[in-house]
């Protein structure tokens, strides 16, 4: 799985068995429907505390799920940071928090205009 920012939109690219076992598809969204980017230090911590997910569920290890409502994705590792970011006008979607070493950087320039 990787993140990658341009110009235009923010993607979450997941690999082939991340896509299978995690039920979800890569996620592209316009910067322009991203808004509250952050940096969360203990992901894991969070989305245990989201109530039920579907997908590739390794409790305190590993997580590629979304909530049952479809309104929270989820790619997080433990020991790895996350960008957390809210999404308008993507259908259920309304939140994303995916691990990445470089989450403070892609945060910041998620921040500026």
Do not use: C
Not at 58 to 75: G, H, K, N
């Amino acid at each position: 799985m990787r993140v990658r920012l341009t110009e235009d939109s923010v993607e979450v690219l997941f690999t082939r068995w991340e896509k299978a076992l995690g039920l979800l598809g890569n996620i592209t969204v316009p910067r322009a429907d991203v808004s509250d980017a952050k940096v969360v230090s203990e992901p894991l911590r969070e989305v245990m505390s989201a109530g039920i997910k579907a997908g590739l569920r390794l409790p305190w290890l590993y997580y590629v799920a979304r909530t049952i409502r479809l309104d929270q994705a989820f790619a997080v590792r433990r020991g790895v940071p996350a960008l957390s970011f809210a999404v308008r006008n993507h259908g259920a979607l309304q939140h994303v928090l995916v691990s990445t070493p470089d989450a403070e950087i892609l945060a910041q320039q998620l921040r500026s205009p």
